[in-house]
């Protein structure tokens, strides 16, 4: 029997080809046989414009900014800057989206009913991360030791707790009450603002950068994910599960996230594209990573030293355009084929 050979649209692989070559370079921008490094200027090819039809090895095939970088280095590892702040910003909101979204999604009618023990220890787990929180981002060793002590404190409390008869008792909690005032109160200041604020206040590295984008962005994710937590919850084999007497935490884990699954995979390359257009704003007015290092929002910036150097334009900002039109099409393919009966 003959099998039908799929075929993928040439839009949505030249999509992929082109998002593939960025990620590509972003990973082997170390290894590329690129003629000059990183934050690195001549001093005797300020403002140069591309030289692509020039047969000199160390050419500055894409042009220089005013202070004398490379732009196709800079390029290149603008790549590898918007793989290792981008990706990890998404994961980290899809991640916290998806786990606050289900359980307030699953609890919304009934709430979450917990011994009172786990509900000190949680308690004293958020004000201990919300305290270090900016020691954390700043990649201070010893606070990720007193962070971590204070989490083992946490458990250990729990523990004790449960030996005790008021520890065991179930409490009610609200959650879907509180997830959802709190992404409102998050979504009451305007995302660009708040992430410019805390940019100015707190030093940002590759890894307080994520932590910075992804904590600020998850509610769209989380209002997507509760959404189909609710509709998943009323469908007939998880009253069956619940008559059965499984446990709400086999449950959730078992049904309710698979099936939250392919809303999570079509919403994702679309806060990508939120991510990389946020990273790029805050880089392009200065705020975000050192500006020694390499970023496409940087490189737009050095437009602003000679207005009339058109290729710290063109270049950077195809780039963007293109990543971001990949992105946007993947998304809508998502979308249509998530929505599509099977």
């Avoid at 509180?178 to 100015?200: C, D, E, F, H, K």
């Amino acid at each position: 029997m003959k099998t039908k050979r799929r075929v993928i649209p040439w839009q949505r692989a030249l999509a992929l080809g082109w998002l593939g070559l960025v990620g590509a370079l972003g990973v082997f921008a170390p290894c590329l046989p690129l003629p000059y490094l990183p934050a690195t200027s001549d001093a005797l090819s300020l403002s140069t414009p591309p030289q692509l039809g020039s047969a000199v090895a160390a050419a500055h095939w894409l042009g220089t900014d005013a202070l004398g970088r490379d732009v196709l280095t800079e390029l290149v590892y603008g790549c590898r800057t918007l793989l290792l702040v981008s990706l990890p910003a998404t994961l980290l909101l899809t991640a916290v989206g998806m786990a606050l979204g289900s359980v307030a999604g699953y609890y919304a009618v009934s709430r979450l009913r917990w011994a009172k023990a786990y509900w000190v220890a949680l308690a004293l787990w958020l004000v201990c991360t919300l305290a270090y929180a900016p020691l954390l981002g700043a990649g201070n060793a010893a606070a990720y030791l007193q962070w971590l002590l204070a989490l083992g404190i946490g458990t250990v409390l729990a523990f004790l707790l449960r030996s005790f008869s008021w520890g065991r008792q179930p409490a009610a909690f609200p959650i879907d009450s509180l997830v959802l005032g709190s992404a409102a109160l998050l979504g009451s200041v305007p995302r660009l603002i708040l992430v410019l604020t805390v940019a100015a206040i707190l030093p940002l590295s590759f890894v307080s950068m994520p932590l910075l984008l992804g904590l600020t962005c998850w509610p769209g994710m989380m209002r997507l994910v509760r959404a189909e937590a609710l509709r998943i919850r009323e469908l007939p084999y998880l009253e069956a599960a619940r008559a059965l007497g499984l446990p709400d935490s086999r449950i959730v884990s078992r049904h309710v996230l698979p099936g939250l699954w392919p809303v999570v995979r079509a919403a994702f390359p679309l806060y990508l594209t939120l991510i990389v257009t946020t990273e790029t704003t805050i880089s392009f007015l200065g705020v975000g990573l050192p500006a020694e290092t390499a970023s496409w929002g940087h490189l737009l910036s050095s437009a602003r030293l000679a207005p009339g150097n058109w290729w710290l334009i063109v270049f950077p900002g195809f780039s963007l355009v293109c990543t971001i039109i990949s992105l946007r099409f993947l998304t809508q393919k998502q979308v249509f084929s998530a929505s599509t009966p099977k």
